[in-house]
């Protein structure tokens, strides 16, 4: 039998502790307090953010921990468990856009932001800060994310500035970590991360609208995902494939996106998902296939069936959980997934066998999550039946010489909080 390492959440307690002993034996006395802050995984609607589409984020109950005091001055000093004992520091003053490298740029680039972009100047100095984090690394589970949020949140409440305490204020939490993301980091992110882990709810999902033309505050609705109540839980398996965004494929299936919606007529594809998910059922697949018909090549015609179907189902798997239909949610992720390999072509072999294992052995339904080419799968499964799958899945990995994946069992967690 295969080896499958399952990761446990930390407990609040657990995490707390661990990174109030890692800053206490660093720095030599006890931090102000500890906050933490999720992973995410998206449930369905993927690669529609930059459609102007929709999409279904979770918080993971797997977190980030930051003990952190601040200081007088504009030092920072920040460790990790995950750091091997070393101490990354910065200047905060005169501090550019990407001078800090490796990991460090995350949470420094935070207070970079809020002091340079987000106007907070002096109000938000130098501090110290410790992290330990069970949000697995490398499985597109926004690992980033959590380290940026947990940040912006601890920031925010130590040097007082007021923003953690509502939903409307965490908009502008969100935009410091993306900035410390885009900036400081040189990672591309939209905001999907940041927005799941300082806005999503326990037992919730967070319908975030991409349309441009909403406020960050209406652009959110927090829909029901309670799998507690309904004796389910959520498989993430991270199939441990290569997994690189960076070699044009993404930018490649924007440009036909873009290109495809101005051949069309419109600025975005989601004028169109719109008008054609606005139908009834039976006549969409009919408006899809006349749309995608004015088109000349099959490459576009087969990216844009993708969007166009994808975010109908975003709106269609809302309203099947609301009624408990959990037979047509599972319908709709095995749905999500057969578009994203066929239509969309960013699965990889690991990605698809897994799914497929998934299936045959009781998963309502299954698919690959985030932006594919590698990473993770998700599946909707009885409760008690995650480990029990993601064996089987590892059995068909070992039996095919592939990397042995790392599973998760996750619930709707909530958001970005002070802990201790």
Known sequence: MAQIEFIDALSIDEGAREASELFESTFGFAPQGVWDAPGRVNLIGEHTDYNNGLCLPIALPHRTFIALSPRED???RVISTLSGGVVAQADLQDLEAGAVEGWAAYPIGVAWAMRERGGFGDKVRGFDAAFSSCVPLGGGLSSSA????STALALDDVFGLGYGSSDEGRVTLVNMAIASENEMAGAATGGLDQSASLRCQAGKALLLDCNPALSAVESVSQQDFDLDTLGLELLVLDTQAPHSLNDGQYAARRRVCEESAKALGVESLRVLADRINGLPQ????????????R?????AKMRVRHVITEIGRVTEFVDAFKARDIKRAGELFNESHNSLRDDYEVTVPQLDVAVDVARANGAYGARMTGGGFGGSIIALVDKGQAAIIAQKIADEFESRSWNAPRALAVVASNPAERVR
């Open 282 to 293: 039976t006549e969409r697949a009919v408006a899809v296939d006349a749309l995608v018909s």
């Open 295 to 299: 088109l000349d090549s099959e490459e």
């Open 74 to 76: 504009t030092q920072v």
């Open 146 to 149: 959590a380290m940026t949020c």
